[in-house]
């Protein structure tokens, strides 16, 4: 048996190195399911005007909701704030990875202030969308998760939360 500098034979560090490597996707070993959602969201000033928010706000603003979602049951958010092609303003792509898609829809509406989530449809894609005092959010059942998160990736790095 080989000993290495720091005390641990061979065997024990090839087993801790083993443990790193996720060979499946955390929403596929924990048995949750995946959902795509897009997030406008704005500022009222105090003047009554719709204000976009800063991308350091928006990030901001996409942590707060993370951990709020996160109390009231298991959920990863992976997100992405994009700048709008011809606007100063941004929007946010988000994957939510949950075990109860009603508090999940219950937590974006109050993210927004929105009350009355509506199906939409598109040619052949469906989308729940919910109106807001604060910004409006559609959502979507991601058919390919790893084309989704491509789309969202494609000007910025996605973050992860858990």
Known sequence: MRISRNGKNEHQMNNKMKNLHIPYPMTKREGLKTIGVM??????????????PSKRNLDKQIRTLHKKMKKESM???????EKDKYDNKYHTHLIIHHKDIDKVNQMLSHFI????????????????????KYGMIHTEQIMN????????????????LI
């Open 39 to 52: 997030v406008r969201k704005w500022n009222i000033t105090e003047k009554g005007d719709k204000q976009n």
């Open 75 to 81: 959920v990863y958010t992976e997100y992405s704030i």
């Open 113 to 132: 202030g929105g009350k009355e989530w509506k199906e939409r449809e598109i040619g052949l894609d469906t989308f729940n969308e919910v109106n807001g």
């Open 145 to 160: 998760e790893n084309q989704f998160r491509r789309y969202i990736n494609k000007t910025n790095q996605s973050k992860t």
